[in-house]
């Protein structure tokens, strides 16, 4: 069993660093009043949101709750932890579950009751993939309340990583959002010591901590990089740099530095790391390493632990900042050949500081003209007072006016269009022989008339 599995939260005592939220899950436990409302919890991945709600749900079915938490020892709550659920709780993934007519199942199913007697809860992961239809189809049953009682009629546990899909009428209906808050990576690194005494790994705590940094503090992630550096031996520093590829971090840092003095060097960098990485993941990475530098530059932050100390030039703030605004912006599928162009690109924008158009920290002015203010060396900066990016211009200059439209010729036509011009020619034709006819008759004057005469 892997370590992630094995080691998941079973109580509440077990959560990492979410003491606010537990200490209110608790007291609606305490209160009685668990069932009069649904609630949802929304996090990054791997932070505990499912789990939170797992263990919510075994508090409210439990038979016997202690200190508003479940006891794990009653029928109810054996059955949701060897089964991973009972007759009264169901998980369900709405990735693959995401239909009205899986909602409207559950619906029916809430009409009679468990052989238990006790309510049913259902838990939707991944619940911003559910449609609006099914959203709509479980508004009334969450806001109904059952004959006799102020338990409502539905009760949903709603884990995701993306509440702001959600619909507010499915949110007013839920107890206020609860967000996992992200923990410290010492905090991380104390829990997998726990677990690393627990299995017999030998480790060293800065490599504890150090893989608490390069998970961003995701526990479940940082249990797996636990596993993966294990394979090698002791979780050292050493070994840790080596399993998750520490080294390209430093290279992508040396190619930054690189860019504007030796553009030969920076490209034969970018080459080598186009070897090692996909460039999706090295745009990514050098633009999340310019954002750091830049800050580190000014003094607002440090760099993270795993980087050790490294020297920058305070003067290179805006280059940093010109970096990250580039490898930001990268294009949907990136190759390698457009990384190599943009290094370069970067190198001569950087020593000819008159095509440095893209920058934002130095925005053109705004001519009066209102028109794009293009010189021979200079690209689109402003138009109408908006600023445009020198990569949403097209390849042919907005100054060039436009060539005059062209009259198309007979060929060109369609068949319809010609023989209505045909039939415009026609009448014109007809008309101008009946009105030169009428000129001579008035000319020559009425034969009658003559003859009385």
Known sequence: MSLDTKYRPRAYADVL?????VQILRQ?????????????????????????????????LCATPVDGGPCDACPSCRSILEGGS????????????????????????????????????????????LTLDALDALLKPMEDTVPGGEDKSLVC??????????????????APAFVIKPVLPEQVGSRLAQICDAEGIAYERDALTLIGELTECHIRDALKAVEGVSMLGPVSR????????LDLNAECLSLLRSIRSDLSVALKQ??????????????????????????????????????GQVALDSGQADDFLFFADRFSSRPGRPTASMLLCDVASLHRDLNRPQL????????????KSGKVDASPNDKPKMVDDVYVHPRAVRKDDATTPAPAPSVPSPLELRPLEFFRLVKMR??????????????RRDDVGDPGTHQSG
Request: proline residues 5%.
């Open 270 to 307: 970018a080459d080598d790391l186009t070897k090692r990485s996909s460039p999706s993941i090295l745009y990514e990475k050098l633009s999340d390493l310019s954002m750091t530098s830049y800050k580190v530059s000014l003094g607002i932050t440090n760099f993270p632990g795993y980087m």
């Open 86 to 129: 009972s007759e009264n709780f169901f998980e369900i993934d709405a990735a693959t579950n995401s239909g009205k007519d899986s909602v409207r199942k559950i619906i029916e199913e809430i009409q009679y009751s468990t052989f238990s007697g006790k309510r049913r809860l259902y838990l939707f992961d991944e619940s911003h993939r």
């Open 426 to 439: 026609a009448s014109e034709l007809t008309g101008s022989s009946e009105s030169s006819g009428r000129q």
């Open 28 to 60: 609606y436990v305490r209160s009685g009043a668990g069932f009069y409302q649904s609630y949802l919890f929304a996090g990054p991945w791997g932070s505990g949101k499912t789990t939170l709600g797992r263990i919510l749900a075994r508090s409210l």
């Open 356 to 367: 440095r158009a893209s920058e934002p920290s130095v925005p053109a002015p705004p001519p």
């Open 157 to 174: 546990i709603f884990c995701t990583t993306e509440p702001e899909k959600m619909r507010a009428t499915i949110l007013s209906r839920c």
């Open 238 to 245: 050493e070994n840790v740099a080596k399993y998750l590829h």
């Open 17 to 21: 660093g979410q003491d606010g939220t």
